[in-house]
């Protein structure tokens, strides 16, 4: 009697834990970075430093885009820094979505195999912003509950190099090796089993070439860096 007792709480435990739901659809994470701006370093990121006229046109351009698409996202979100905020607010207008902010999405310098190129940020600010990092990726990259979710992160060019060197399971170091553009759209998918998949990568098929500003020039075209 007391090995059926047994055997019966043993099923009623794998019924009830296979009872619980579990996610199943996919989290599409549209990661924009923001517009061109015309930067001083003596100034606050939080404060100055906001998007000059041609970075609210390409941020204008993303979110006629993102209009235009046959999905609806459900957040809205970006970074407290200046030219982000800007640049949510610009395509919130666009969409009809209040665009909520968060920290850990500002821009910082992680850990990278090139050490020269983070000169002025010591071993201890790296790994801060390796862990802010992480942060950020759990509480966005994560499989949707229900149907598949779409959700919009404004956000930074070395934020956005690093999340994608994390989907893909390349060491995050490298995110130096990529070039993004300004108001770009990158896209990753977070399946429900919580695999993460890089659909594209820096897209500015919305900007005109001749409004296209990158880091380091991109393919050969547009203005300098930014």
Known sequence: MALLLVA??????????????KPE?????????????DRVDSLDDRTANAMNALGHEQARLLGERLLGLPVR?????????????????????????RCERDSTLEECHPPALR?????????????????????????????????????????????I?????????ADTRRWLSMNIGNASLTILAIR????????????????????????GRGAGWGKGAR
């Open 73 to 97: 996202p459900r957040l809205l979100v970006s970074s407290g820094l200046t030219r982000a905020r800007g640049t949510g607010d610009d395509i919130g207008a666009i969409l009809g979505l």
């Open 25 to 37: 659809g996919t989290r599409y994470v549209y990661l924009i970075r923001h517009g061109d701006y």
């Open 161 to 169: 190099r690093w999340f994608v060197a994390r989907a893909m399971g």
């Open 192 to 215: 429900p089993d919580g695999s993460p998949r890089l659909v594209m990568f820096s897209d500015v098929g919305h900007i005109p070439v001749e409004k296209q500003t990158w880091l």
């Open 115 to 159: 050490d020269s190129a983070v000169t002025g940020e010591d071993r201890a600010e790296q790994d801060a912003c390796a862990a802010q990092l992480e942060l950020a990726w759990a509480a966005y990259m994560r499989p949707s509950p229900d149907a598949d979710a779409h959700d919009i992160l404004v956000c930074h060019g070395n934020v």
């Open 8 to 21: 019966a709480t043993l099923s009623g435990s794998a019924l009830a834990a296979d009872a619980t739901p």
